[in-house]
């Protein structure tokens, strides 16, 4: 309901004026002088005054004039007796209405517990609510005729109502007084009343213990009835079933009327409870900061799931600026991202690291700016924001694992490679000179010969792939030269080897890449040559490599036949494509691949900004894409292979 509501938030928006004046280094010196003057210089709702209380009475009244006797503890403890008990042991209270005993004006008092250096009870801070202005903050300008609205203090006395003679409460049904008199709860309870007829509605507030009460006059119920009847009057020589069939349609207005207004009712608890669930239940933390038309930023409040990702409370932060309670490295990143959001007029989202009560944190936050329809000004800020503190060192932690798996690729490469060169290409060597000896001792037997030459021209095929794989596997010239440099010798080396017109062109500093990323690209770039070669039937071959400040871009293009597809027209990927695609994924980049009969075309993305690679990691001794890599005979693999 829109009196409960408003009444509400002027309560909330109170406490959290206290809390800010609570912390004024006058009022903890004592300078009651200076604290006066600052009083009676905060914007404060209109007619309202503050006063000050220690434990022997009033200290300041703003007002009276600073110096004026004031009341003593005695002479309101008859009073002030369960309000000042309600305020030790909660913190903070919001009055019945009350006739304060210096200003003889009703009002309605908010209250803060202030305490000493040592936690106890010294005193009482206090903004008094006139009647006046309540009526004016609860009043729903979109009421109509023949319903009234009216705000009740815990005793069930009038605080403000759009009535302006005596208001005539309702009788209210068997136990409805003590669930109203019971503990602090957020309810809301529909009846008749059988006195009167009127529909009533009541809405109780868990925030200030407040009833609001909303009644619907009967007329107003009738009006339907009473219209219909007139109509009968008028048309005097109607037919009695005439007659009957107007009275039914009446019957049946007056229950719309009254079922309408009910579910009225009914759908704006719901939507309450509603919006109370979200805010409290929801796992993301939620904030709204209101943007001032001077342009500053004031916290109106914040689910418990950001106090608990925060560590900072709702009493601490509420009509405060960020600089007033965050670290000013803090207060100034926060607060450069709210203007930069409110410029933008759009959401936005980042991320960042905070110092925060709850500890460094690193929050990405979603900003939604809400713009007054009318002014078209950003009027407040909608927060939703997520600790991902945990996510980011878990990250960092399986980027570290990768770093550390990468690097022990490179040494298993490195020893494959060794091992292969040193040891297996020596033994072929041997089988060769031994070839050699049985060929000088067989002379020119029939048959022979023949046999030694084919068992040569396959070792020498064979000692050719396990130099090609050694060089695959481990690159020495990455170290020296550099990954242009190698790049443009295996390109040149492959293009003599396999008739390929085969050309490259690189741009930007490449051999300033972290050496693994430097390792990936040329994995990549030997991948997909190699596949041009085995598969595509291809005359030409492009590779374009450009590294941008930001940015690396790789571009392998041929004029082949393109990728084999299937019967829906879906290419066919082998094993060496989607290994290229797991290694750039690595990253954080990505790939697409274009395909048709006039050739293939791979694009791929990686960004320079990354924090390392992810794991996408395998065993490099006996991955596939490995193999294909190794040998670039035509009929070394079967076209189901194709990558």
């Not at 709702?45 to 009244?61: A, E, I």
């Not at 390109?491 to 490449?510: D, K, Q």
Request: hydrophobic share 40%.
């Amino acid at each position: 309901m829109t009196a409960s509501n408003s009444f509400d938030r002027e309560a909330t928006s109170a406490k959290a004026l206290l809390l800010g004046l609570s912390q004024s280094p006058a009022l903890m010196e004592s300078d009651y002088a200076s604290y006066y003057k600052q009083l009676s210089q905060t914007p404060a709702p209109g007619g309202s005054w503050f006063v000050v209380w220690d434990m022997r009475g009033q200290v300041l009244n703003t007002s009276r004039p600073y110096g004026a006797d004031l009341p003593t503890m005695g002479q309101v403890w008859g009073a002030a007796k369960a309000g000042l008990e309600r305020i030790r042991t909660r913190g903070y209270s919001i009055s019945n209405l009350i006739v304060g005993p210096v200003s003889k004006k009703p009002a309605v008092s908010v209250s803060l517990r202030l305490d000493d250096h040592d936690g106890a009870m010294a005193g009482v801070l206090t903004i008094n609510l006139p009647q006046a202005h309540l009526d004016a903050v609860v009043r729903d300008p979109q009421e109509r005729v023949g319903w009234t609205s009216a705000l009740l203090d815990r005793g069930l006395v009038p605080v403000a109502s759009n009535v302006s003679g005596e208001l005539v409460l309702p009788a209210f049904p068997d136990g409805l007084l003590n669930r109203i008199n019971g503990p602090p709860s957020e309810w809301t309870q529909i009846y008749h009343n059988p006195a009167d007829g009127r529909l009533v509605s009541i809405q109780h507030s868990s925030v200030t213990d407040y009833t609001t009460l909303v009644t619907v006059e009967r007329h107003v119920l009738d009006a339907p009835v009473l219209t219909a009847l007139r109509q009968i009057a008028a048309a005097g020589g109607v037919l009695l079933a005439a007659l009957l069939f107007a009275g039914l349609f009446a019957i049946r207005q007056v229950s719309f009327a009254e079922g309408a207004a009910v579910e009225t009712v009914r759908q704006m608890g719901a939507a309450q409870a509603r919006y109370v669930s979200l805010w409290n239940d929801a796992p993301e933390g939620m904030f709204v900061v209101a943007v001032t038309a001077n342009g500053r930023f004031v916290y109106e409040g914040f689910n418990p799931a950001h106090e608990r990702a925060t560590g900072l409370t709702f009493e601490t932060v509420v009509g405060r600026e960020p600089k007033d309670f965050l670290p000013r490295e803090t207060a100034a990143a926060v607060t450069q991202r709210y203007r930069s959001c409110v410029a933008a007029r759009v959401p936005t989202v980042h991320a960042e690291d905070l110092d925060l009560p709850a500890g460094r944190r690193h929050m990405q936050t979603h900003l939604v700016p809400v713009q007054d329809p009318e002014s078209h000004r950003i009027v407040a800020l909608v927060g939703i924001s997520r600790d991902m503190t945990e996510v980011t060192a878990a990250r960092k932690d399986v980027r570290d694992i990768a770093a550390r798996l990468l690097s022990l690729q490179a040494e298993e490469r490195q020893r494959i490679a060794s091992d292969l060169h040193d040891t297996t290409g020596q033994h072929i060597t041997a089988a060769g000179l031994a070839l050699m000896i049985v060929q000088r001792m067989a002379g020119d037997r029939p048959g022979v010969r023949e046999a030694i030459d084919d068992t040569k021209a396959a070792l020498g095929e064979a000692h050719r792939e396990i130099r090609t794989l050694s060089y695959l596997l481990f690159t020495p010239e990455m170290q020296t030269k550099g990954l242009g440099k190698t790049l443009e010798h295996f390109i040149g080396g492959f293009a003599s080897r396999t008739g390929l017109h085969a050309r490259i062109r690189i741009t930007g500093a490449v051999d300033n890449l972290q050496a693994e990323l430097q390792g990936m690209v040329l994995r990549v770039v030997q991948e997909a040559l190699v596949n041009v070669h085995r598969h595509a039937q291809a005359t030409h071959v492009r590779t374009v490599i450009r590294s941008t400040p930001t940015t690396l871009h790789l571009y392998i293009s041929d004029d082949g036949r393109g990728l084999p597809r299937t019967a829906t027209e879906t290419p066919l990927l082998g094993v060496g494509i989607p290994g290229m695609e797991a290694r750039i994924r690595q990253f954080s980049g990505t790939m697409r691949i274009a395909s048709s009969t006039r050739g293939t075309t791979i694009r791929a993305r990686i960004p320079l900004n990354y924090d390392g690679p992810a794991v996408v990691w395998s065993n490099p001794a006996s991955d596939k894409d490995l193999a294909m890599i190794v040998r670039v005979l035509p009929d070394s693999q079967s076209a189901s292979e194709r990558g």
